[in-house]
């Protein structure tokens, strides 16, 4: 099985408009950090947010914010106020086992383009 | 501070050959993971060193291979390079052990084509 999914290969959104990225996980270790990059055309990985598993608060980075619900295993990235710049792919990660090692899984990555 | 950085940034080979591949990691930071990125397979682990040691290994042939020197700097090589090589190769460093928010800083890539 995937450890992560993200089922929008590409998406559109209005320049200053609000978007949701999807991503969904799948582990059974308790202890887990779940992390969005963004990849412009370039090829160097951006770090964005972080949310840890037993974060009780949803993350949130400036424009950047992350719907995690543990039950459902979904940890969304929402954009707000798409700028023009934040065209590129982005990828949802999740490390396994805190403290334990570097290895991140990653999913598939959405397109995401900004349309002025 | 200076960000992780890889060279060469692009590499042409021939079907055969091999290739090595250079990153130094930010400064601070010990341990160095692998990544290969390709449009069909997306990114996969290769493998992660801290102290000179390989900690961690994806599942990829014993082709691949690498090494980290006292200085973290690490290496990772590709003999008798296929076709199917062809990709964009991430560095990413990070502290050892990460803190629950320890993300890895990735480097610019280094891509390699193989004809």
């Known amino acids: 099985a995937q450890k992560i999914t993200q089922t929008q290969p590409g998406m559109f959104v209005q320049e200053k408009e609000a978007v949701t990225l999807d991503c969904t996980y799948d582990t059974s270790d308790p202890s887990y950090g779940l992390f969005w990059y963004k990849q412009p055309s370039s090829g160097e990985m951006i770090f964005l947010i972080y949310q840890g598993s037993y974060d009780q608060q949803n993350a949130t980075e400036g424009r950047y914010s992350l719907n995690f619900q543990k039950a459902r295993k979904s940890a969304n990235l929402v954009i707000s106020a798409s700028q023009l710049g934040d065209s590129a792919m982005y990828f949802c990660a999740m490390r396994e086992g805190l403290g334990t090692g570097n290895q991140f899984y990653f999913g598939t990555g959405t397109s995401l383009t900004v349309i002025p | 501070k200076a960000g992780v950085t890889q060279t060469p940034r692009y590499l042409i080979k021939t079907r055969g050959q091999q290739v090595t591949l250079s990153c130094s990691p930010i400064?601070?930071?010990?341990?160095v993971s692998w990544y290969q990125q390709t449009p069909g397979q997306g990114l996969q682990f290769l493998f992660e060193y801290f102290s000179e040691t390989q900690r961690n290994k994806g599942n990829f042939p014993g082709r691949f291979s690498g090494r980290q020197f006292s200085n973290s700097r690490s290496e990772m090589n590709v003999s008798t390079l296929e076709l199917g090589d062809s990709a964009l190769y991430l560095c990413?460093?990070?502290?050892?052990?990460?803190?629950?928010?320890?993300?890895?800083?990735f480097g610019p890539g280094t891509r390699l084509l193989v004809l």
């Open positions: 990413a460093s990070s502290r050892f052990p990460p803190t629950d928010q320890e993300t890895q800083y």
């Open positions: 400064s601070g930071h010990r341990s």
